[in-house]
């Protein structure tokens, strides 16, 4: 059946439970213009902690926010980036009304949302809110459950199991929106197509007073999303557990166009006032749908999260939420009143790459951390004294005339490769790795780089609009096989063997001797690399030009943000059998190559030292470039 037939029936609703304060929010809205063949539907979740109107406050002002973002960037040719954007702007917000009114600190909420367009299901979360499948009978959980029983879980599936220790409790948020770096984030590039028949259920996490199979019967006995809705909570209700939690639950059944038109369940009206945002110019506020109430603090949680997390970083297991936090800054429950006004709508426009002088970028400290600072990654680089006739800046001259990109020469030595706190087995086991000495590029390649390359060979240079003219800023658009062809070029050209780097050589470099998440600390800070929520006033949409941030250690720039650089290995899905000498990783799935150091439209977790993409090889996007090593 094609996709275009395909319409969507959405109802939703939500109970306070045994809880004297409602901190769930949810909203229904169309997305676009509602006859356009782009036009959407877009569904959020938002359950909110910290106790009193400060849950309240914070998932209310998540679910705007968010909203705001995805209104005013909706139709997009790349609908899960902007998913991805739209929950660091909601956790920007909780961010900045912290740092203005001491009283909300603590707040926080975990998200789940998805955007229904032509037949297709995109979607974005963070905590143990639910995104279920129905189809055929069969019920099956399409998001990641960020809570610590998600994690052994996901541990356990990778054949690493953990044991759970003591006194944990499974339903320990991992990652949530507190205002502080997000730990992990599900948002995948690939959406979920869907047929007719499928039923969808977004939920919080106050549904699992019911098991799977007491949901699949619900479901099958009920012909409608609404009717289906109450059934569910009911099921809750009469299920009587103790402290039960706030339950919100929406259902979007998938339907043949003709069969009815989307349906949006009226919403409770709020029970207390919180000052929204201005309302982004669409259509779909009309028929938005939400609940505004407050709660009692949430299930033990990220308010006790500070002490367990010390506990985690011992045994080696669980920690990685707090390792990704700047100073390990948790929140605890904090006491607010109703009366408190949250003002929400601190947007201000973006300013382009030329608009922001350097004098308002802050560099970062370049100080390696002492080694009692550093327990929560054991990750450790010692390089050694590079030999007089290898160290510092050059370039090498092409035959055709001009010189290549600038190079620098990096020392011999050995460090300890991934990071042994990841939640996903791409960046374990740690390993150690001993490296001898390359020179690798100071820069990305640049625009003007590139153009030389391709004026030479023929090649396409990639369309890159009105960036095109701008050859300081990286090339971008490029695939594994087009950033290879270019090495291979710079190595006729110079006489030398120039490649892309190994992984190995690539988290070495980027580390700089440095064992911290980022070459610069344990935070994303200020003004240290160019990416979306790093803070520079800089706009997220575009690369900016390289070496406008300060150099790692080592004299590189750019190895966090502005471009994602194509390394050359293969894809594994773990470092079991890695080498220990620096080269390639052979073998995994050469179909699939891997990518380092995130872009400028990249979230901060995709920045750090050990953190990896992917992408196959005759694939580009709007990030991917290069940066390239010679050998001798």
Known sequence: MPLSVLSFDISGSQIDGARDYQEDAFLITHLGDADADSAGSMVIVADGMGGHAAGNVASNMAVQTFNRHLSKNFPNDNVSNVLYEAVLQANGSITATVSETAALKGMGCTLVACVLERGNLRWV?????????????????????????????????????????????????????????????????????????????????????????????????????KTCVDALLQAVTDAGAPRQDNTTVIVIDVIEKAEAPLEVAPAPAPR??????????????????????????????????????????????????YWLQNQGKTPSAAQATPEIAVETDSEQPAKSANDVPDSEIEPAETTKPKPDAVAANPTQSTPEPAPASKRGQFRDALRGGGQGPLMTWVPAGSFTMGNPLSLTSDERPEHSVTMKSFAIGVHEITVGDYRKFAQATGAKMPKLGPMAEQNDIPITFLSWNDALAYAKWLSQQTGKEYSLPSE?????????????????????????????????GLDPRQPTAVGRFKANPFGLHDTAGNAQEWVYDCFHSSYDGAPGDGGVFEGGDCSVRVLRGGGYGSGPDRLTNSARDKLRVERGNDQSGLRVVRRN
Request: hydrophobic share 40%; charged share 20%; net charge negative.
């Open 272 to 321: 207390i006032e919180v000052p929204p945002p201005a309302p982004a110019p669409t259509r779909a506020s009309a028929r938005a749908q939400s609940r505004m109430d407050h709660d009692a603090p949430r299930k033990g949680g990220i308010g006790m999260i500070a002490a367990i997390v010390l506990v985690l970083l011992a045994v080696g297991g669980g920690g990685y939420w």
């Open 125 to 225: 979360s963070v905590g143990d809110s639910h995104l279920y499948l129905l189809r055929n009978g069969d019920l099956s959980k399409k998001n990641a459950d960020h809570s610590y029983g998600g994690f052994l879980d996901r541990m356990a599936e990778a054949g690493t199991p953990v044991e759970a220790e003591a006194g944990f409790s499974r339903n320990m948020l991992m990652s949530a929106l507190t205002g502080d770096d997000i730990a992990e984030i599900d948002c995948p590039e690939s959406p979920l197509q869907l047929k007719r028949g499928d039923r969808v259920i977004l939920s919080s996490d106050g549904l699992d007073t019911l098991d799977r199979q007491q949901i699949i019967d619900i479901c099958a006995a009920q012909p409608t999303p």
């Open 504 to 536: 190995a050589q690539w988290e070495y470099a980027a580390r700089a001797g440095t064992s911290t998440p980022y070459w610069w600390g344990r935070g994303i800070g200020r003004g240290n690399a160019h990416c979306f929520a790093c803070d520079t």
